[in-house]
């Protein structure tokens, strides 16, 4: 209890602050009492000494270092009966005391006995500890039967704002709100939720209880934070509540402290159920896309909770994380860890996918398979507008690069008609997600369906691929670099706009007879007619084969 209910008491009904009397708001833990010179040795942070200071008399500055030990040790105050030994308290001694706000009570005219006293004070300091540890059972046994009777964390926030008068706030791990008081409070909600987002945000949020204050001049009528750590087995939140200046009771923590404790229990429980079900699900697209679900009845079975039945129609879709393996299915005990850090991650990146997915307004569900998210649209019966569709995508994969920095690519499946031409669709989506890293393009959107030339390229050996292109242009083996890059983007333009000049201009920001002698000189160089068919058709080829041998570098043209 704090010192200053301590001395409330009739016990010290006529005793006497004689300094350091705004150090009164010290807790006291337990009450001790000196006979030895040495008592500092057996002191504990928070507790009250009781003392007649015989020794002290004797030495008058040991009085001077005896308090300043206490102090450092965070002892509560000294309680001291001067006039049984006649004891004299130096005058520097209480200015010191005044100057640590340490608080010495002289309690000579106390009739009871040091030891009564000390008997009397323990006694109201348990039964006060045990008042507060049947309030907080009490409480904690309420806010347990509101989440027994289905009100959630939203009915234990608003029976926190109706017992304490105080907005409360309850953030996640990554400080987003969870839920917020609506009783009386709900147009303050933001103002309070951005100051303590100004404060919180990249600082270092304490594990134990903590209090700050906001600095909004507007808020400072709730402008003291109380901040109280919600623990989980995987994430943490944090409670929060803001109150006036005034002095909070114990029972104000004690309440926001049990709070915390059954929102996190209850938190825990709802991710338990959530990964449960995310599991179930993801089991159930494993084994329909690994072939382990064999007949139609037993997928349209299965999967009727997530939307398969006969006569549907769906288009599946593959996401991954730019830069992320593919994985051999071999683990170690060093990827196991590096799995482990990296779920947090993961479970954001799945929540904003699926967040962004909802608002293009497609049917879909999204379950995850090794390292890639899998989304299964479901499609009209007026089916679908596949290149409107590819631009939403885009438009997508490029929010989430600019809200999170997520690199995102996307490969989409044909439409399947029945259950088990999902897994064909998943697999082409798979494919065209490899198709599209196989060009080194990075957040992309890429269809089965849309393969340009290409694709045919990689069913042809590497070094083949390697040993046509340098033929093709062995001509131009001896220019620099830089000259080489800027005859090849003109060639490649040119082809691009069908051999139009002002187009090619247009489209490389230069003037026309830079165009022309550029192509002049590729044409002496190569030893070829740009617009010979067989020799056109030679250089569009080799021109396509260059992204796919970019992976090795700068391309050689020397034999």
Same mark, same amino acid.
């Given at each position: 209890?704090?010192?200053?209910?301590?001395?409330?008491?009739?016990? +010290?009904?006529?005793?006497?602050?004689?300094?350091?009397?705004?150090?009164?708001?010290?807790?006291?833990?337990?009450?001790?009492?000196?006979?030895?010179?040495?008592?500092?040795?057996?002191?504990?942070?928070?507790?009250? &000494? &009781?003392?007649?200071?015989?020794?002290?008399?004797?030495?008058?500055?040991?009085?001077?270092?005896?308090?300043?030990?206490?102090?450092?040790?965070?002892?509560?105050? $000294?309680?001291?009966?001067?006039?049984?030994?006649?004891?004299?308290?130096?005058? @520097?001694?209480?200015?010191?005391?005044?100057?640590?706000?340490?608080?010495?009570?002289?309690?000579?005219?106390?009739?009871?006995?040091?030891?009564?006293?000390?008997?009397?004070?323990?006694?109201?300091?348990?039964?006060?500890?045990? @008042?507060?540890?049947?309030?907080?059972?009490?409480?904690?046994?309420?806010?347990?039967?509101?989440?027994?009777?289905?009100?959630?964390?939203?009915?234990?926030?608003?029976?926190?704002?109706?017992?304490?008068?105080?907005?409360?706030?309850?953030?996640?791990?990554?400080?987003?709100?969870?839920?917020?008081?609506?009783?009386?409070?709900?147009?303050? $909600?933001?103002?309070?939720?951005?100051? *303590?987002?100004?404060?919180?945000?990249?600082?270092?949020?304490?594990?134990?209880?903590?209090?700050?204050?906001? &600095?909004?001049?507007?808020?400072?009528?709730?402008?003291?934070?109380?901040? +109280?750590?919600?623990?989980?087995?995987?994430?943490?939140?944090?409670?929060?509540?803001?109150?006036?200046?005034?002095?909070?009771?114990?029972? +104000?923590?004690? /309440?926001?402290?049990?709070?915390?404790?059954?929102?996190? $229990?209850?938190?825990?429980? *709802?991710?338990?159920?959530?990964?449960?079900?995310?599991?179930?699900?993801?089991?159930?697209?494993?084994?329909?896309?690994?072939?382990?679900?064999?007949?139609?009845?037993?997928?349209?079975?299965?999967?009727? !909770?997530?939307?398969?039945?006969?006569?549907? *129609?769906?288009?599946?879709?593959?996401?991954?994380?730019?830069?992320?393996?593919?994985?051999?299915?071999?683990?170690?005990?060093?990827?196991?860890?590096?799995?482990?850090?990296?779920?947090?991650?993961?479970?954001?990146? +799945?929540?904003?996918? %699926?967040?962004?997915?909802?608002?293009?307004?497609?049917?879909?569900?999204?379950?995850?398979?090794?390292?890639?998210?899998?989304?299964?649209?479901?499609?009209?019966?007026?089916?679908?507008?596949?290149?409107?569709?590819?631009?939403? &995508?885009?438009?997508?994969?490029?929010?989430?690069?600019?809200?999170?920095?997520?690199?995102?690519?996307?490969?989409?499946?044909?439409? *399947? /008609?029945?259950?088990?031409?999902?897994?064909?669709?998943?697999?082409?989506?798979?494919?065209?997600?490899?198709?599209?890293?196989?060009?080194?393009?990075?957040?992309?959107?890429?269809?089965?369906?849309? %393969?340009?030339?290409?694709?045919?390229?990689?069913?042809?050996?590497?070094?083949?691929? !390697?040993?046509?292109?340098?033929?093709?242009?062995?001509?131009?083996?001896?220019?620099?670099?830089?000259?080489?890059?800027?005859?090849?983007?003109?060639?490649?333009?040119?082809?691009? /706009?069908?051999?139009?000049?002002?187009?090619?201009?247009?489209?490389?920001?230069?003037?026309?007879?830079?165009?022309?002698?550029?192509?002049?000189?590729?044409?002496?160089?190569?030893?070829?007619?740009?617009?010979?068919?067989?020799?056109?058709?030679?250089?569009?080829?080799?021109?396509?084969?260059?992204?796919?041998?970019?992976?090795?570098?700068?391309?050689?043209?020397?034999?």
């Amino acid at each position: 209890m704090l010192l200053s209910e301590l001395l409330a008491n009739d016990i +010290y009904e006529h005793a006497r602050v004689i300094a350091g009397f705004n150090g009164l708001t010290r807790k006291v833990q337990t009450v001790n009492i000196m006979d030895a010179p040495d008592i500092i040795r057996f002191l504990r942070p928070g507790e009250l &000494l &009781l003392t007649n200071g015989f020794f002290m008399k004797q030495t008058p500055g040991m009085f001077m270092e005896l308090m300043r030990d206490m102090q450092r040790m965070e002892c509560s105050g $000294m309680a001291v009966k001067t006039e049984r030994f006649k004891l004299h308290v130096p005058e @520097e001694a209480l200015l010191e005391a005044e100057r640590l706000q340490f608080p010495i009570i002289e309690i000579s005219a106390v009739e009871l006995s040091l030891g009564e006293i000390l008997q009397r004070s323990t006694s109201l300091i348990m039964n006060n500890k045990n @008042e507060e540890l049947q309030y907080a059972l009490h409480i904690h046994k309420q806010f347990s039967e509101m989440i027994m009777k289905g009100k959630g964390i939203t009915g234990i926030v608003d029976a926190l704002t109706k017992l304490l008068s105080s907005p409360i706030l309850l953030l996640n791990g990554k400080l987003q709100p969870i839920a917020e008081s609506r009783l009386g409070y709900a147009s303050l $909600m933001p103002d309070l939720a951005a100051a *303590a987002d100004a404060i919180l945000d990249g600082a270092a949020i304490p594990s134990s209880p903590t209090s700050f204050c906001l &600095l909004d001049v507007s808020l400072r009528n709730r402008c003291n934070v109380l901040l +109280y750590p919600v623990h989980t087995y995987r994430h943490e939140g944090y409670l929060l509540s803001f109150h006036s200046g005034e002095k909070m009771s114990n029972l +104000y923590g004690l /309440t926001l402290e049990q709070a915390s404790n059954v929102i996190g $229990m209850e938190l825990t429980k *709802a991710q338990a159920v959530k990964e449960r079900s995310r599991r179930y699900k993801n089991e159930f697209f494993s084994d329909l896309i690994d072939g382990y679900i064999t007949s139609e009845q037993e997928a349209i079975h299965r999967g009727k !909770k997530y939307g398969i039945k006969a006569n549907g *129609a769906w288009v599946m879709l593959a996401a991954r994380r730019d830069g992320a393996g593919w994985g051999n299915g071999q683990r170690d005990s060093q990827t196991e860890r590096q799995d482990e850090r990296n779920v947090s991650e993961r479970d954001e990146h +799945y929540e904003r996918i %699926k967040r962004h997915f909802s608002a293009i307004g497609q049917s879909f569900v999204m379950f995850t398979k090794n390292d890639s998210f899998g989304l299964l649209l479901h499609l009209s019966d007026s089916g679908w507008d596949e290149s409107f569709f590819l631009q939403q &995508l885009a438009r997508l994969s490029d929010r989430l690069y600019e809200e999170i920095g997520l690199s995102l690519s996307i490969g989409i499946g044909k439409p *399947a /008609t029945n259950a088990l031409g999902i897994k064909h669709s998943y697999e082409e989506a798979i494919k065209a997600l490899q198709y599209g890293y196989r060009l080194k393009r990075t957040k992309f959107v890429q269809s089965y369906q849309s %393969k340009d030339i290409g694709y045919l390229f990689h069913m042809l050996p590497h070094d083949e691929l !390697k040993q046509f292109y340098e033929e093709t242009f062995y001509g131009m083996r001896h220019t620099e670099e830089q000259e080489r890059k800027e005859l090849l983007r003109t060639l490649s333009a040119f082809y691009d /706009t069908q051999c139009q000049l002002m187009e090619t201009s247009k489209q490389l920001f230069v003037h026309r007879n830079t165009v022309v002698y550029r192509l002049d000189k590729c044409e002496k160089l190569l030893g070829v007619k740009l617009k010979d068919p067989i020799e056109s058709l030679r250089l569009r080829i080799a021109l396509s084969i260059e992204p796919l041998l970019s992976g090795d570098g700068s391309v050689s043209l020397s034999r």
